[in-house]
């Protein structure tokens, strides 16, 4: 049973950051997928940032390149994302998935499993 249990969501003012965590259980994930994507009230769930199983090959969407960075730690199948910069668009539940494709691709149907997510939210 794959289980993922984000962590580090908050209230932050504009300009702030947030470094959220991910941690997985229920299998190896060092050749997988893994990322993040974002859900705010009344709009549908949004690619943020993933990497793939080769360390280092992340992709971001663009409203969040340069301030967000993604990352991974395999030995403890950790996921992270480190938010810098944070405005109040930024405002959504945050959630982590893992791709079984090894993939870093932003579409949600690419991701096998998810957790339950965390909110974020940057007030103005």
């Known amino acids: 049973q794959v289980q993922l249990v984000e962590s580090g969501g908050g209230l932050v003012q504009a300009g702030g950051s947030l470094r959220l965590s991910c941690a997985a259980s229920?299998?190896?994930?060092?050749?997988?997928?893994m990322g993040w994507f974002r859900q705010a009230p009344g709009k549908e769930r949004e690619f943020v940032a993933a990497i793939s199983w080769i360390v280092g090959n992340t992709n971001y969407a663009d409203s969040v390149k340069g301030r967000f960075t993604i990352s991974r730690d395999n030995a403890k199948n950790m996921l992270y994302l480190q938010m810098n910069n944070l405005k109040p668009e930024d405002t959504a539940v945050y959630y982590c998935?893992?791709?079984?494709?090894?993939?870093?691709?932003?579409?949600?149907?690419?991701?096998?499993?998810w957790g339950q997510g965390t909110q974020v939210t940057v007030s103005s």
């Open positions: 229920g299998r190896t994930f060092t050749h997988y997928g």
């Open positions: 998935a893992i791709s079984l494709q090894g993939t870093n691709r932003p579409r949600p149907g690419d991701y096998n499993y």
